[in-house]
């Protein structure tokens, strides 16, 4: 499959609003059903403002759906004089959300390219990052949405993307192992073809997998 092909899939082209989107109040309302699944009273003072809240706190950790990536990569800048070096972000901090679960997924970034022609400013990775992050997500996905992403708006020589990650579905429920990282790269161009290139990305991050990852 090609990486052209492999992109299309991962990034989601459907924003949530639109036809379809229930109302806040049937989200509300749902939340109150899932507050009596849990086995308390939603009509409690304590739980009252509740679904209000959870709906509100939605919108934040979904704020991703009403992004468009490529969007966000749109503004590129051509006078580098020169440079051609690898450009990297590392340590962008995410907050994602597994899809199997509804659960957090916290974890870093280390996105990197190699420019052709043009660079775009760096808070735009991080914004990148934000954009597939704040979804429901699996962190392989968020992984390739990334570095497909700007891969083909920004065209360079090459992409790197580590993520580092822990996933509450594995703290919290199920097996519940604390302290556990999963670690997810993807590499393209000379990030992948070049070993000296993907060294010296690795070398700028650390180890990933070693460092520290809020485990919460
Ligand atoms: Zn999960």
């Known amino acids: 499959m090609s990486d052209a092909k492999k992109t299309e899939e991962n990034t989601p082209k459907e924003p949530k609003t639109g036809a379809g989107r229930p109302s806040r109040e049937q989200a509300e309302d749902a939340v109150r059903v899932l507050l009596r699944w849990a086995g308390d009273d939603p009509a409690r003072e304590g739980l009252i403002d509740t679904?209000?809240?959870?709906?509100?706190?939605?919108?934040?950790?979904?704020?991703?759906?009403?992004?468009?990536?490529?969007?966000?990569?749109?503004?590129?800048?051509?006078?580098?004089?020169?440079?051609?070096e690898m450009i990297v972000l590392k340590d962008i901090r995410f907050e994602s959300y597994c899809e199997h679960h509804m659960v957090p997924i916290i974890g870093r970034a280390h996105v990197a390219y190699l420019p052709e022609h043009r660079v775009v400013g760096i808070s735009k990775l991080a914004r990148l990052v934000d954009a597939f992050a704040k979804r429901l997500q699996i962190q392989e996905k968020m992984t390739a949405q990334i570095a497909d992403t700007l891969n083909e708006v920004l065209q360079p020589k090459g992409v790197g993307v580590i993520l580092e990650a822990a996933h509450q579905c594995m703290s919290t429920r199920g097996v519940h192992k604390a302290g556990v990282t999963m670690v997810t790269s993807r590499m393209l161009g000379t990030f992948r073809s070049d070993p000296s290139t993907r060294r010296e990305f690795l070398a700028i991050v650390g180890n990933p997998g070693v460092m520290s990852v809020p485990n919460t």
Not at 66 to 82: K, W
Request: proline content about 6%; aromatic content about 18%.
């Open 51 to 84: 679904p209000a809240r959870v709906v509100r706190a939605y919108e934040e950790f979904f704020a991703g759906y009403d992004h468009d990536p490529r969007e966000i990569l749109s503004r590129t800048f051509s006078e580098v004089d020169g440079y051609d």
